[in-house]
């Protein structure tokens, strides 16, 4: 989850940068067959290459999006005085246009959702996880630990998240969970894997790799 929206950026090497001009501000974004589908504070957007970004939406707010299995999900919570006035929900859809609203029965405060292993995976920033095939029916369990989570990324042959004090914690899973050593004390607050490593990045410019298990 990210707690302000910001302007695209693009890039063809990972490398350099650039912000895209006159982009809407999104929060998230995914890849879809004909291009991106980005969601903002109340909006939809999609492109077919980054730089022109077309409206589809005020209707939907939402803080995180996932895809996989020809479907997309967003999640979002809707935070009160305490848990119990705390009411989550994900938003269901096939095409990015018309989106269904399922609700999530679970108090946590999710942080962010990804899509791997045959599951969308929502973290949640009290070590809660919930798992489900499809985004609409969805399983729960907690990460062992007691720090703080902030991200999840899927690789290779598991799930990784990381979180406050450096901690970094792996799963091919989601069930059977490994701490691993970070080298790192500051709050990691992003995570990425690609083919062979994942990357953290956090706190006063925290900057973690490794190989991919």
Do not use: K
């Not at 990210?2 to 006159?22: F, L, M």
């Not at 969601?39 to 939809?44: A, E, L, M, S």
């Not at 973290?123 to 703080?148: K, Q, Y």
């Not at 691993?180 to 995570?191: A, D, H, I, K």
């Amino acid at each position: 989850m990210y707690e302000h929206a910001g302007a695209a950026h693009r890039s063809s090497d990972g490398a350099e940068w650039h912000v895209v001009p006159g982009s809407p501000l999104l929060v998230d974004v995914v890849p879809r067959a004909s291009g991106f589908l980005g969601i903002g504070r109340g909006t939809i957007e999609t492109s077919t290459d980054g730089r022109t970004w077309s409206h589809v939406s005020n209707d939907i707010h939402a803080d995180s999006l996932a895809t996989g299995g020809n479907t997309f999900v967003a999640t979002r919570s809707t935070a009160g005085v305490g848990p119990a006035d705390r009411a989550v929900e994900a938003l269901w859809s096939i095409d990015g246009t018309t989106w269904e609203h399922v609700a999530i029965a679970t108090s946590m405060l999710p942080v962010a959702t990804v899509f791997g292993m045959r599951y969308f995976w929502m973290l949640g920033r009290g070590r809660e996880l919930a798992s489900s095939p499809d985004g609409r029916i969805w399983s729960f369990s907690t990460i062992p630990g007691s720090d703080d989570t902030h991200a999840i990324a899927v690789f290779r042959s598991g799930i990784v998240v990381v979180g406050d004090g450096g901690s970094i914690i792996t799963s091919p899973d989601g069930v059977a969970w490994t701490p691993r050593e970070s080298g790192t004390s500051q709050r990691l607050t992003s995570v990425a894997c690609g083919v062979d490593a994942c990357m953290a990045v956090g706190a006063h410019g925290a900057i973690v790799t490794s190989a991919a298990p």
